[in-house]
């Protein structure tokens, strides 16, 4: 066998793939989302709450968060997971029952989410003009009811782009769970490509499993490209002849 | 006769410092009900700072402000805003709502109107400014001085007794400064009372009654138009002047 069929049959072994096709499709994709959705979720949600306590006039709030975000964004996400999947695993047993990983990598995952979603509201917050909040407290609206319906509205628009990034950073940290030990129907894509990949001496499942990984993120990422030009430009609307003489980033197509 | 229910506004010797920066030091103005004060002076003033400490959009240091004679530091600042229209330099309109809804969305959450009936009052408030058929669109897609004029339209859709303008006419492009200020001379002629800080020395001497130099955080000179621009007392509104003119 020359080398180039061997790379084939390491990588594109199709017997593999089929075999692997289905434990992927009934439970291995539906978990990688579940992680990816509940983390992405519950990240979003204390992720505003960071935002808020960060821009916040309270000096105790904006120091619990900035030392909650320095923390949670300075470290491995794998070494978070384990140190709070191990750590408190055998302790939510015993309150609960709970034998699953899934609890504690969620937790795991939503705690590093929500530091690095925190960042990206406030700083979207604070990048709105302060016209606005001048602007909508002139009309006679509240410091309170200003923010949130002028400016938090505006802010997190803004940076939906990169809040989509982020829910694409945590399809892909999701399969760091493997490393709290799943059972049988607990594996998400990485972890049923890793055991057929080894249980094989084949690579082709590692394959399979990229390819949804893919499926996965790469219609996201045109999305989020699509939102960030959908707000730059709001809906379409006639242009006037001289808006196509200036359009940045059309530059390179000239 | 007035379109407006318009009132008289007073600032009574009014202060403010940011920390060791005394920017108002004694301001007194009074603008009669139903005409309009333009306000004048080098940058950095405080020309722009007074209109924010008379709306309190800044609590002033100390002083007084009466609307139609009466004290409202202890009214409820939101409340104070509500009777009082502003306009800014830059605009400001909210960029993620529609032109309509930029002025409708104030008439809903402050007044109280049920939606059609604000809907339908923004639409005639933009018919004034010329622009009714801009209801839909963003306000990213107008151009300055159409901006300016729809947040001339939010403010006036509140129904406010008096209006102020911070240099609405500093961002424009020369071609578009006329209609604002077309705009603004027929605001005055239908008796708003207003508060001009403008750079606009043609608008300051043949549109407003009165004009107020300030310098330093002091009114210096205060009068009709024909006083301080045909015969400016001291040095110092001389030399303004003669820099703008």
């Known amino acids: 066998m020359d080398a180039w069929s061997r790379l084939a049959d390491t990588f594109l072994n199709w017997g593999y793939i089929?075999?692997?096709?289905?434990?992927?499709?009934?439970?291995?994709?539906?978990?990688?989302?579940?992680?990816?959705?509940?983390?992405?979720?519950i990240g979003t949600f204390l992720g505003i709450v960071l935002a808020l306590m960060g821009i916040s006039r309270n000096p105790v709030a904006r120091w619990v968060a900035r030392i909650y975000t320095d923390i949670f964004r300075g470290l491995p996400a794998v070494l978070v997971i384990l140190v709070i999947g191990l750590g408190f695993g055998p302790l939510l047993n015993e309150l609960t029952g709970i034998r699953s990983p899934y609890?504690?990598?969620?937790?795991?995952?939503?705690?590093?989410?929500?530091?690095?979603?925190?960042?990206?509201?406030?700083?979207?917050?604070?990048?709105?003009?302060?016209?606005?909040?001048?602007?909508?407290?002139?009309?006679?609206?509240?410091?309170?009811?200003?923010?949130?319906?002028?400016?938090?509205?505006?802010?997190?628009?803004?940076?939906?782009?990169?809040?989509?990034?982020?829910?694409?950073?945590?399809?892909?940290?999701?399969?760091?769970?493997?490393?709290?030990?799943?059972?049988?129907?607990?594996?998400?894509?990485?972890?049923?490509?890793q055991d057929f990949a080894a249980n094989n001496g084949n690579q082709s499942p590692l394959v399979a499993a990229a390819i949804f990984y893919l499926a996965l993120t790469i219609p996201l990422t045109h999305l989020v490209n699509y939102i960030d030009n959908r707000l730059r430009t709001g809906k379409e609307q006639k242009h006037e002849p001289d808006e196509a003489a200036a359009v940045i980033g059309k530059g390179a197509h000239a | 006769m007035s379109q407006f229910t318009s009132g008289s506004l007073t600032g009574k010797n009014l202060h403010l410092a940011f920390g060791s920066n005394k920017v108002l030091r004694g301001i007194d103005i009074h603008v009669e009900k139903g005409t309009a004060a333009s306000v004048i002076g080098p940058s950095g003033s405080g020309k722009s700072t007074l209109l924010r400490v008379m709306n309190r959009l800044i609590e002033p240091d100390q002083g007084d402000i009466l609307l139609d004679g009466r004290s409202v530091l202890k009214d409820n600042p939101d409340e104070l805003r509500r009777r009082i229209g502003m306009v800014f330099q830059q605009f400001n309109l909210f960029p993620h709502k529609s032109v309509g809804e930029n002025v409708a969305f104030a008439l809903r959450k402050l007044r109280k109107l049920p939606k059609d009936q604000a809907w339908a009052e923004a639409l005639d408030q933009l018919d004034k400014v010329g622009l009714k058929h801009k209801a839909g669109v963003r306000p990213a897609t107008l151009s300055g001085g159409q901006q300016q004029r729809v947040a001339i339209a939010r403010a006036l859709a509140m129904k406010p007794e008096v209006m102020f303008f911070d240099e609405a006419t500093s961002a424009l492009d020369p071609e578009l400064v006329k209609g604002v200020l077309a705009l603004m001379s027929d605001l005055a002629s239908d008796g708003m009372t207003m508060v001009v800080v403008t750079h606009e020395m043609g608008f300051s001497r043949n549109v407003s009654n009165q004009v107020v130099f300030m310098d330093g955080g002091v009114v210096v000179e205060n009068g009709s138009p024909d006083q301080l621009f045909t015969e400016p007392k001291t040095e110092r509104l001389q030399k303004f002047l003669s820099d703008v003119l």
């Open chain 1, 18 to 41: 089929a075999e692997v096709l289905p434990t992927m499709f009934s439970y291995g994709l539906l978990n990688t989302i579940v992680l990816a959705l509940a983390s992405g979720l």
């Open chain 1, 103 to 193: 609890p504690l990598g969620i937790a795991a995952l939503s705690l590093m989410a929500a530091a690095y979603i925190g960042e990206i509201f406030r700083s979207g917050i604070q990048s709105v003009d302060k016209g606005q909040l001048e602007a909508s407290r002139a009309l006679g609206f509240g410091y309170g009811p200003s923010m949130r319906m002028i400016v938090v509205p505006q802010g997190i628009r803004r940076v939906l782009p990169a809040l989509m990034n982020q829910f694409i950073a945590l399809i892909k940290e999701s399969s760091l769970v493997f490393t709290l030990g799943l059972m049988s129907r607990e594996r998400e894509l990485f972890q049923i490509g």
